[in-house]
């Protein structure tokens, strides 16, 4: 059974930071893309940051330079640092896990940025 289960968001004033955690299991995990979604209100579900199985990383260029996506293979977890929070930043976070045709989502943690 596959399980992504997020945790990590909550309230935080503009300027602030947040770390948000997916602990994954029920499949390889170090061969899988991991990737942080979000989905604002009124709006379309958009790509945040990505880690590849090799390493690599990707942002959108909303999030590149404030927010910083790692895992640890050894915990089957992924992480994304937050920092320089803005208020457009609220949404559910998602972490997703893709491989070929395969593609797993966790449920989602709701992360408000407001003074």
Known sequence: QVQLVESGGGLVQPGGS???????????????????????????????ATVFSTGTKSYSNSVKGRFTISRDNGKNTVYLEMNSLKPEDTAVYYCVARRSANTYWGQGTQVTVSS
């Not at 955690?21 to 989905?39: D, H, K, L, N, P």
Request: hydrophobic share 35%; aromatic share 16%.
């Open 18 to 48: 947040l770390r948000l955690s997916c602990a994954a299991s029920g499949f390889t995990f170090s061969t899988y893309a991991m990737s942080w979604y979000r989905q604002a209100p009124g709006k379309e579900r958009e790509s945040v």
